[in-house]
């Protein structure tokens, strides 16, 4: 039972933290993942606790995609109003946020540095883990819906490489469930 207050003792700090400044989601996250392997014979808590480090992952790779954002425009921007003035400016701005916006931060080319694209890159990639391994103790607990809904989320951030073993995995429990 102890393991159920770390749960709520790390969601309240999170919480707390929250309304006082900017909290740091790679500790809770950190703190989620380990609670989630202490948890590990009680697959469905182990996998709320891993559940709760995705959507801490989440919040890190949001902010680091606005980073990205904001420094590849402020880069292009620049440019473009030495080049067009004040109207390149806007234009530019309009044309970055459209194309960062409808393109996935791992997809995107050498826009803002390379660093930074690199960092985004290996927070997706971390998220993208996490929600496998969540899905994957929602299976085993026998909770397909939550399952699916991990799956699914996977799905959407999960490099294309990786489709594929994504995909069988989900379809194999869709298999085994009969469903």
């Not at 500790?27 to 202490?38: D, G, N, P, T």
């Amino acid at each position: 039972m102890a393991e159920f207050a770390q749960f709520r003792e790390v969601t309240a700090k999170l919480k707390k933290r929250f309304t006082l400044r900017k909290p740091n989601f790679r500790e809770a996250s950190e703190s989620f993942k380990k609670l989630a392997f202490e948890l590990k014979d009680f697959k469905q808590y182990a996998g709320y606790c891993m559940l709760s480090a995705a959507q801490c992952e989440h919040n890190i790779v949001g902010s680091l995609r606005e980073q990205q954002i904001n420094s590849s425009s402020s880069t292009f921007g620049s440019s473009a109003s030495s080049t067009y003035g004040s109207a390149g400016l806007a234009a530019s701005r309009s044309r970055t946020a459209a194309a960062n916006t409808a393109t996935p931060s791992f997809l995107l080319g050498s826009s803002g540095s390379v660093g930074l694209d690199r960092i985004v890159q290996t927070a997706t990639l971390t998220e993208y883990q996490t929600l496998m391994e969540t899905a994957r103790l929602f299976k085993d607990a026998d909770e397909v819906n939550a399952a699916i809904s991990a799956f699914a989320h996977a799905a959407q951030i999960c490099p294309e490489a990786l489709l594929p073993l994504l995909y069988s995995e989900w379809a194999e429990m869709y298999r085994e469930r009969k469903r």
